[in-house]
């Protein structure tokens, strides 16, 4: 009765929410694609190397996006430099890859309000004041007390001044300033209004315009008064205006309408002018240069309509890019440095900052090409930082990517020595999300002590072949993969009750693997969860399907100074169910653990020891007893080309 009890609650409760595990390796971890980035960020942050942690957590930050603790110690580290602005930007990062964290949302605030953004500070305070925590919620709320009640007096007393004196220009330049602040754009593109009509002169309060406009969704009038602020206005002011206007150059239109609000421009009349005659207009050209004349400017050139964008040099360009990606502009950044890379092909700076650019634009194929030729720089340090991003990202652009992966284990209750071991290349067509592959397996033991019974099907622990199979997979999905492959196994030991030593083999099924809190990397220490699972279908054991869930949890302990030892004591929690219930394939297993590796090593070389006590939850037809202990040793090691 209780065997048929524990196979209900295994097929009807557990199996339809465990994934199955192909192998059981006890020992296997999920590797983390940064490891090795995290590993000398955070060994330079130990050493107060804080410009090579920094370009070490951007690197990581390339490759896992959405890892809001990265952003988060990256915003900390350039708060040691004094970067307030370039930490505002990753802790905002942070705040949306993890909405919930109302502590880094806070400290966000705080931030925005340091670094000339009170807008966007007093938001954040006024969201915070509905926090759960108390203590949050009474901070944010005093926080935002502080920042609105100076803006609300202001306003009302600035409206009372430009009530009684409707030409005072700063009366109306303040209050359009603080109706920004106070998150009220009508009020402020009113005001923004009127004191330019007040000053012309002043170009800038067309830039202010522009982008209010611009939040107000007046899309047109917006590109208008930009588009006048970007002509004949003082060179930071253009600049500005420029990088808020569409990357392409004006319709004739948007030039007649930006006329509207500045008739005075001479540039930009003159530019419209030189459009039209390059149009073949020549009626409306002479129309605007006649105005021009009138007015004692200069008369038309004969010369051909000048460039669309501003020329700017090698070094302005390569600053402006520079600055772009720091703060996240990606786009800017990436126009500014092809305009860099253009004036100065020679700039490997250049070129490993575009390779950056188009990784974190999920741009990999571009990303390669231009890391492939920074790396060639006479600079030792660029070179090696571009060398090893190459590294990196060229197996995920390649058309064809192999892994290998080996996991020898010993074990105790068997008496034997087991080694399994996968080859694998695989297809990447780009924009594929199945991939093709071909592979080698290898399951085996040392000396076949593993024997099934004379009427049972192999035992899963060995099947004493080498497998030949090709098959498919899809892409990752939140830590899941599906798979399938079809193949011939080769038996080196063949069993009186096999059916040859020739043998076809179907399987397939599904992977999942996801961790929680601190893995086993460097810098990381404190709490863990894993969950290993997989669901297999294998033609081999009978036409048989298999689920395997493997669970851990413990702590990660700091990396021991003396020899680089980094470990993990965790207690392992693993079930294993099948469909034809044979009694080899039900068994629940619990007990003690220990992972550790040495960080001179290479990071995905990792051994384990495991102390467990299980029991079979079929007998029938069970040649053991129903419960075993097992002490298991094993190691892990992959790598892929």
Request: with cysteine.
């Amino acid at each position: 009765m209780g065997d048929r009890l524990a196979r209900i609650f295994l097929f009807r409760v557990a199996a339809p929410i465990l994934f199955p595990l192909l192998l059981p390796p006890a020992f296997c971890q999920a590797v983390d694609p940064a490891y090795t980035l995290l590993d000398r960020a955070y060994e330079a942050l130990r050493a107060k190397d804080y410009d090579r942690a920094i370009a070490g957590f951007k690197q990581a930050i390339a490759l896992v996006p959405d890892r809001p603790s990265v952003r988060k110690d990256l915003a900390y580290t350039l708060l040691k430099i004094g970067e307030n602005q370039a930490a505002r930007d990753q802790l905002a990062e942070a705040v949306r890859l993890d909405p919930a964290d109302a502590h880094v949302e806070l400290e966000y605030a705080f931030l925005c309000y340091e670094t000339k953004q009170p807008v966007i500070a007093r938001r954040v305070f006024d969201r915070l004041r509905e926090s759960q925590d108390p203590a949050i919620r009474q901070t944010a709320a005093q926080a935002f007390e502080n920042i609105d009640r100076p803006l609300r007096e202001g306003i009302v007393r600035w409206q009372q001044v430009v009530a009684q004196q409707p030409a005072n220009f700063s009366a109306e330049e303040e209050l359009a300033r603080l109706a920004e602040n106070r998150d009220n754009p009508a009020l402020a593109a009113e005001s923004f209004e009127k004191a330019w009509r007040l000053r012309p002169a002043r170009r800038d309060l067309l830039l202010d315009l522009g982008r209010i406009w611009q939040h107000l969704s007046r899309e047109e009038d917006a590109r208008a008064v930009l588009l006048a602020a970007s002509r004949g206005a003082e060179p930071r002011v253009a600049e500005q205006a420029r990088a808020l206007l569409p990357d392409r150059y004006p319709y004739v239109y948007e030039f007649e309408k930006a006329l509207t609000f500045d008739p005075d421009n001479v540039e930009l009349r003159k530019e419209l002018g030189y459009l039209l005659l390059q149009m073949g207009r020549a009626d409306d050209a002479a129309h605007q240069f006649a105005i021009l004349d009138r007015k004692n400017e200069l008369q038309p050139r004969t010369e051909a309509l000048p460039g669309a964008i501003l020329k700017i040099t090698a070094s302005d360009a390569k600053q402006l890019g520079e600055r772009s990606f720091d703060k996240g502009f990606l786009q800017d950044a990436l126009k500014y440095l092809r305009i860099a890379e253009e004036s100065d092909p020679l700039d490997f700076e250049v070129m490993l900052k575009l390779g950056w650019t188009y990784n974190m634009l999920k741009d990999d194929s571009d990303a390669v090409r231009w890391f492939n030729l920074a790396r060639r720089s006479p600079d030792a340090k660029i070179a090696k930082e571009a060398g090893q991003a190459f590294r990196n990202l060229q197996p995920s652009t390649e058309l064809f990517r192999t892994t290998v992966w080996a996991a020898p284990m010993f074990s105790t209750r068997w008496h034997d020595l087991f080694a399994y071991a996968q080859a694998k290349t695989e297809l990447r067509l780009r924009g594929w999300w199945l991939h093709p592959y071909a592979s080698i397996r290898f399951v085996g033991d040392s000396s076949g002590a593993v024997r099934p019974a004379a009427d049972l099907a192999p035992q899963y622990l060995s099947e004493s072949s080498a497998i030949l199979g090709v098959g498919v997979e899809t892409e990752a999905w939140h830590g899941a993969t599906g798979w399938f492959e079809a193949g011939e196994s080769l038996r080196y030991h063949v069993q009186p009750n096999d059916l040859g030593r020739v043998v076809p083999d179907y399987r397939g099924g599904i992977s999942y693997a996801k961790g929680v809190g601190h893995l086993l990397a460097r810098g990381q220490h404190g709490f863990f969860a894993e969950t290993s699972d997989d669901g297999i279908y294998v033609s081999r054991f009978d036409k048989d399907s298999l689920v395997y869930s493997q669970n851990r949890s413990g702590y990660t302990f700091p990396e021991w100074e003396t020899g680089g030892l980094h470990a993990q004591l965790y207690w392992n929690g693993n079930v294993t169910a099948d469909v034809k219930s044979q009694y080899w394939a039900n068994t629940v297993e619990t007990g003690p653990g220990l992972r550790f590796r040495f960080e001179s090593l290479r990071p995905s070389l990792l051994f384990s020891v495991n102390v467990l006590r299980g029991a079979y939850l079929i007998n029938t037809g069970n040649p053991r007893g129903p419960n075993f202990n097992d002490l298991r040793i094993g190691i892990w090691y992959a790598f892929t080309r």
